[in-house]
């Protein structure tokens, strides 16, 4: 399994996503230091849960990384996170 999809399903156990896109960034950075070259270590996660209604942004974030613990220790090098609560009208 991908890195990439590895992310997408932690992130739809975790939290129930109503929106979830997990963007491979990796092609951006390559031959940068600290870019392994694997083609998967830099992401972009932009997630819409209802787990996340009332907490601010820091607390968001760090929800979305303790979900995706063992990739930020191993093959994620960057992370770049938007995580909000679904909007009510």
Same mark, same amino acid.
């Given at each position: 399994?991908?890195? %990439?999809?590895? @992310? !997408?399903?932690?992130?739809?156990?975790?939290?129930?996503?109503?929106?979830?896109?997990? @963007?491979?960034?990796?092609?951006?950075?390559?031959?940068?230091? =600290?870019?392994? =070259?694997? =083609?998967?270590?830099?992401?972009?996660?932009? @997630? %819409?849960?209802?787990?996340?209604? =009332?907490?601010?942004? @820091?607390? !968001?974030?760090?929800?979305?990384?303790?979900?995706? %613990?063992? %990739?930020?220790?191993?093959?994620?090098?960057?992370?770049?996170?938007?995580?909000?609560?679904?909007?009510?009208?």
């Amino acid at each position: 399994m991908s890195v %990439e999809e590895t @992310i !997408r399903e932690k992130l739809t156990a975790a939290f129930a996503p109503s929106l979830l896109e997990v @963007i491979n960034e990796s092609d951006k950075h390559r031959g940068h230091a =600290g870019s392994p =070259g694997t =083609g998967e270590s830099h992401f972009a996660v932009k @997630i %819409e849960a209802a787990a996340f209604a =009332g907490t601010s942004r @820091i607390a !968001r974030q760090r929800m979305v990384m303790a979900a995706l %613990e063992d %990739e930020l220790a191993g093959p994620v090098h960057a992370l770049s996170i938007k995580a909000d609560a679904p909007a009510h009208d």
